[in-house]
C-alpha cells in the first residue's frame, strides 16, 4: 500500500462528484485515479476539473478491474450497492459505500461476509458520526455526562422536492435512505444498547398524487431500546426554511443536543423580524463531515485499522429501517427481539 491511496470512484452524481473532489482536491494522502459514470461524458467531465490524469469508464466492473485501484468509493443507486461492494471486495480493492450498504439483510450479510474473506476495509457513509457536533455530543455520552440515556430524538427535514422528482423517488426510501440516518445516529447514540420494538407511521403530505405508487415524504418512527430508553426519528422532504438536521438525548444525569438549523450566529434585524441564514444543500450542511468520513477511510487503509462505521452497523440501521417499511404495512409495532445484532 502507497502512502497515498489511490481510489476509484463509481457514480459521478450529486454526492458523487462532492466525493471525488475531496478525494482530488481536500484529503491530503488520496488520489483520484479513475472515475466510472455509464451517463455518456459525467465522469470525464470530473476528472478534466478535477484530476486530468485519472482514467474514465463507463462500466464499473473494469474501474474495479483496474489494478491501479487500491480502493473504491461507491456513489451510485442504492439498488447497486451490494453486487459493487462483492465485485470491490473479491478484486481485493477497499470499499467506502454510500447508505445504504444493501436493501435486504441477506445483501447486507452478503457485503459484510465478501469483505471480510477478502481481508479489505468496508466503510459506510454515515456522515452525521463525523459532524463535529455530533461527535461531540457522542464523546459526552461515552464519558457518562448525561447519565444513562432515557430520551432520545433525531429529525432529518430535507430543504424540498419538486413533483418531478417526487414522482420518480422509489417507493420506501423515506427508511432506506432518508431516515436509515436517524436510525444509524439513534443508535451511535445510546452505546451499546439495540432496538426492540419498532412503530412507524408515514404518508404523502407534500405531493399526495404520488402515495399509491409507494412515495411517502413525512415519517414519525418511535423506537425502543433494551436499556429502557425510547427515542423518536422523524423525516420529512419539505423544509421551507432550509436544510434540518438535529440530534438530542436526555439522560439520567443530564442531556446533549447537535445539529444548528441556521448557517451562522448571525442575525440581521430590521423591520420585517430577526432573520437568520440557513443551508439549504447536504453538501453545505455536512461539507466538513463528509470530507472527514473519507479522510478517516483513507487512515484506515494506511494504518490497516477498522473503519468506525462498518457494515455491521449499516446492518443495524437497515434491520430497523425494513422493520419500520413492515410496521407502516401492517399497522403495528414490530419486535426485534429475536434478531440479534
Request: glycine residues 8%.
Given at each position: 500500500m502507497?502512502?497515498s491511496?489511490?481510489v476509484?470512484?463509481?457514480g459521478a452524481?450529486?454526492?458523487?462528484r462532492?466525493?471525488?473532489e475531496?478525494?482530488?482536491l481536500?484529503?491530503p ?5 479513475a472515475?466510472a ?5 459525467a465522469a470525464?467531465?470530473?476528472?478534466e476539473?478535477?484530476s ?6 463507463t462500466?464499473a ?7 491501479t485501484?487500491?480502493?473504491v468509493?461507491?456513489s451510485t443507486?442504492a ?8 465485485a ?5 480493492k477497499?470499499v467506502f ?5 444493501a ?6 450479510d452478503?457485503a459484510i461476509?465478501?469483505c471480510a474473506?477478502?481481508?479489505v476495509?468496508l ?10 457536533d ?10 457518562g455526562?448525561?447519565g444513562?440515556?432515557?430520551l432520545?430524538?433525531?429529525l432529518t ?11 420518480r ?7 432506506n435512505?432518508?431516515l ?8 451511535w447514540?445510546?452505546?451499546g444498547?439495540?432496538?426492540v420494538?419498532?412503530?412507524?407511521q408515514?404518508?404523502?403530505l407534500?405531493?399526495p ?9 413525512t ?5 425502543r431500546?433494551?436499556n429502557?430508553?425510547?427515542a423518536?426519528a ?11 438536521v438535529r440530534?438530542e438525548?436526555f ?7 447537535a445539529?444548528?438549523v441556521?448557517?451562522t ?8 423580524g430577526v432573520?437568520?441564514?440557513?443551508p ?8 466538513d ?11 484506515c487503509?494506511?494504518?490497516g485499522?477498522?473503519?468506525?462505521v462498518?457494515g ?5 440501521a437497515?434491520e ?9 404495512e401492517t ?9 440479534p445484532?
Amino acid at each position: 500500500m502507497s502512502a497515498s491511496v489511490a481510489v476509484g470512484l463509481i457514480g459521478a452524481g450529486w454526492i458523487g462528484r462532492f466525493h471525488g473532489e475531496s478525494v482530488a482536491l481536500r484529503i491530503p494522502g488520496t488520489r483520484l485515479v479513475a472515475v466510472a459514470d455509464p451517463a455518456p461524458g459525467a465522469a470525464a467531465s470530473l476528472i478534466e476539473r478535477v484530476s486530468p490524469d485519472a482514467r474514465a469508464y463507463t462500466d464499473a466492473l473494469e474501474l474495479i478491474a483496474d489494478p491501479t485501484v487500491e480502493a473504491v468509493l461507491i456513489s451510485t443507486p442504492a439498488s447497486t450497492h451490494t453486487d459493487l461492494v462483492v465485485a470491490a471486495a473479491e478484486a481485493g480493492k477497499h470499499v467506502f459505500c454510500e447508505k445504504p450498504m444493501a436493501l435486504t439483510l441477506e445483501d447486507a450479510d452478503r457485503a459484510i461476509g465478501a469483505c471480510a474473506a477478502n481481508n479489505v476495509a468496508l466503510q459506510v457513509g454515515f456522515n452525521r458520526r463525523f459532524a463535529a457536533d455530533f461527535t461531540a455530543a457522542h464523546d459526552v455520552i461515552t464519558a457518562g455526562g448525561i447519565g444513562t440515556p432515557q430520551l432520545l430524538r433525531s429529525l432529518t427535514r430535507d430543504p424540498g422536492i419538486t413533483a418531478d422528482v417526487a414522482s420518480r423517488v422509489k417507493p420506501w426510501t423515506i427508511f432506506n435512505e432518508t431516515l436509515i440516518h436517524d436510525f444509524d445516529a439513534l443508535l451511535w447514540l445510546n452505546p451499546g444498547a439495540r432496538v426492540v420494538e419498532v412503530f412507524a407511521q408515514a404518508d404523502a403530505l407534500i405531493h399526495p398524487q404520488y402515495k399509491e405508487q409507494g412515495y411517502l415524504d413525512t415519517s414519525m418512527v418511535q423506537l425502543r431500546f433494551d436499556n429502557g430508553a425510547l427515542a423518536s426519528a422523524e423525516a420529512n422532504f419539505q423544509a421551507t426554511y432550509g436544510y434540518d438536521v438535529r440530534g438530542e438525548v436526555f439522560g439520567s444525569g443530564g442531556m446533549v443536543s447537535a445539529g444548528e438549523v441556521t448557517r451562522t450566529a448571525m442575525r440581521h434585524y430590521s423591520s420585517p423580524g430577526v432573520l437568520a441564514d440557513t443551508p439549504r444543500v447536504n453538501i453545505e450542511l455536512f461539507h466538513d463531515a463528509y470530507v472527514a468520513q473519507l479522510a478517516h477511510f483513507a487512515d484506515c487503509i494506511r494504518s490497516g485499522s477498522a473503519p468506525s462505521v462498518d457494515g455491521l452497523g449499516a446492518r443495524n440501521a437497515l434491520e430497523i429501517a425494513l422493520a419500520a417499511k413492515e410496521s407502516v404495512e401492517t399497522g403495528l409495532p414490530v419486535s426485534l427481539l429475536a434478531v440479534p445484532q
